[in-house]
């Protein structure tokens, strides 16, 4: 995805840090348009159903860092599911959006978003965002500020409700996820993971028998 205007040559570019972030949702509730608004500062209300995977990328410095943010925009329809595994692969960050004005789109958070994420995502352990979009649409709300606050809430997701349109939050939105990515980051250097295999040792043959041993001991 590039904008109509300008072409930009990342690879000539330095950075400290390379972050994926992923917009995820129901097809409809305004991805492209939230991710367009905020990489070029464009809208429109003709935007095309995205194919796939579409994405763009954004500078910005935090703490003295020069950080590209790589944004994929992805498909909302059931039948581009399969490419799950490459939208979370290396994810710092996965942002679900919903529409105010269609409460479907809120219910499939937790019906389909949020399963699919901890079947996918789960390893990467990404910061999560909650997006209530379309907030200019306000007079045609089906969805409570309220509603959208209390499942960010369940799932330990930051929250906030926002406008492509008239461009209410984008910016914010950005910010607050940078912010919480470099948050998390620092605390995962001071306190790494550890590692979990799915291969493991079973235990040599004289070390079954001593611990069925032990284990009939322990019924009697």
Not at 54 to 80: M, P, S, Y
Not at 162 to 167: I, L, M, N, R, T
Not at 169 to 195: G, M, T
Not at 211 to 219: E, P, V
Request: contains cysteine; hydrophobic residues 40%.
């Amino acid at each position: 995805m590039e904008p109509p205007d300008r072409k930009v040559d990342y690879m000539n570019k330095s950075y400290d840090l390379v972050w994926k972030i992923v917009l995820i949702g129901n097809s409809g509730v305004g991805k492209t348009n939230f991710l367009t608004r905020y990489a070029w500062d464009q809208f429109t209300l003709e935007s095309r159903t995205t194919i796939g995977i579409d994405f763009a990328c954004r500078d910005v410095v935090h703490n003295d860092k020069k950080i590209k943010l790589q944004i994929w925009d992805t498909a909302g329809q059931e039948n581009f599911r399969v490419l799950a595994h490459l939208y979370y692969s290396r994810a710092v960050a996965v942002v679900i959006l919903y529409d105010i004005t269609k409460h479907l789109t809120f219910q499939d958070v937790t019906k389909c978003w949020m399963k699919e994420l901890d079947e996918h995502a789960k390893l990467e352990n990404p910061v999560l965002m909650l997006i209530g979009h379309k907030s200019d649409l306000r007079h045609l709300r089906s969805v409570s500020r309220e509603e959208g606050e209390n499942l960010a809430a369940k799932f330990d997701m930051i929250f906030m409700e926002a406008s492509a349109q008239d461009k209410t939050n984008v910016e914010e939105a950005f910010e607050s996820l940078v912010a919480a990515i470099s948050k998390k980051q620092q605390f995962l250097s001071l306190h790494p993971q550890p590692v979990d295999t799915s291969f493991k040792l079973g235990p040599l043959p004289n070390e079954e028998t001593q611990s069925k041993k032990k284990k009939k001991k322990a019924c009697c």
